[in-house]
């Protein structure tokens, strides 16, 4: 299960609406082996692209170079849909390169820009397996 | 000569573990012939064939110095002693 707190699941569907129609991506890093997704991280979808999500690879090296400094790990990796359902797609799953995350998939394929109902939905991926997994919204994380 | 190197958790499996493991080699390609040696299975994950010739997956990027190696020359980027290696999958997908 993943366990998120209301103001950094509010912010991932902010963004995920703000850039609609492009896929949003970003992740939420966390203390080493603590399962809590505390320091929220917007990044540029370096493909811009409504169909493909790429973290851009330097932005990418400073993001780990500060994890690793900070002793963090990435507990939630997301992305959006703007046109499909919040499920991996074949490609997603052929990528999934962090067995120990959160994959979650917002799709705002239904309210776009606007506001209402996303659907948020998260994954494991391992070794090309994908098992979804509850969510649940915190007022804040235990 | 030593060359560090930093191994994502994906390919951990390889390196018993180890986040980050010592090669060596005067180029990346040399370097991984050498990681290969003492890690076997690694270079296919970080290597392909394209037109007979070996290149760099894709989606998978490394960095020398914080330098993207893709932009000093690919496998063919130089190193010298001391020089820190990263190796980090791309995080990337589509629907």
Known sequence: MLSIDRTTYDAIVAHAKRDHPDEACG??????????????????????????????????????????????????????????????????????????????????????????????????????????EDVAVLDALP | MSIEVRIPTILRTYTGGEKAVNGDGASLSALIDDLEANHPGIKERLVEDKNGKDDLRRFVNIYVNDEDVRFIGGLEAPLSDGDQVVVLPAVAGGC
Request: glycine letters at 8%; proline letters at 8%.
């Open chain 1, 27 to 132: 992740i939420v890093a966390g203390p080493e082996g603590s399962d809590r997704p505390e320091r929220h991280v917007e990044m540029v979808n370096a493909a811009g692209s409504p169909t493909f999500y790429e973290f851009d690879p330097t932005e990418l090296l400073e993001l780990y170079k500060q994890m690793w400094d900070n002793d963090e790990e990435p507990v939630v990796i997301y992305h959006s849909h703007t046109a499909t359902e919040a499920y991996p797609s074949r490609t997603d799953i052929g990528l999934a390169s962090e067995p120990g995350a959160h994959y979650v998939l917002v799709s705002t394929r239904e309210h776009g820009n606007n506001d209402g109902p996303v659907e948020f939905r998260s994954y494991r991926i391992v070794d090309g397996e994908v098992s979804e």
